[in-house]
């Protein structure tokens, strides 16, 4: 089981469209999601969390190193580059397409 969490400045707002947007993203690309599972939560409260997830995807600024790769979420809010980004979060966790 892969684990992402999202982060946005509240946990609730940008990080809940951003989780839903990678979600069928993912699930598009071919992407067994019960292979993959999602929280979401705020950046403050990112850094205690980081250790049990592998991957985190942010809809703000975070440049700090919080021991797993951070992405940023933007594109999932803009829709500009979200293709790559979501072919990212395949690449980082090794995720197999059932495609």
Do not use: H, W, Y
């Not at 089981?1 to 946005?8: E, G, L, T």
């Not at 991957?55 to 594109?75: M, R, S, Y």
Request: hydrophobic letters at 40%; aromatic letters at 4%.
């Amino acid at each position: 089981m892969k684990k992402i969490i999202v982060a946005c400045g509240s946990g609730i707002a940008t990080s809940t469209v951003a989780r839903n947007a990678l979600e069928e993203k993912l699930k598009a690309k071919g992407i067994d999601m019960t292979q993959v599972s999602m929280d979401q939560t705020s950046i403050p409260q990112l850094r205690s969390k980081a250790d049990q997830f592998d991957l985190a995807v942010t809809t703000g600024k975070f440049t700090e190193d919080i021991g797993v790769p951070v992405l940023n979420g933007l594109p999932f809010l803009t829709g500009v580059g979200e293709d790559e980004l979501v072919q990212k979060v395949i690449d980082v966790l090794g995720l197999e397409s059932r495609k």
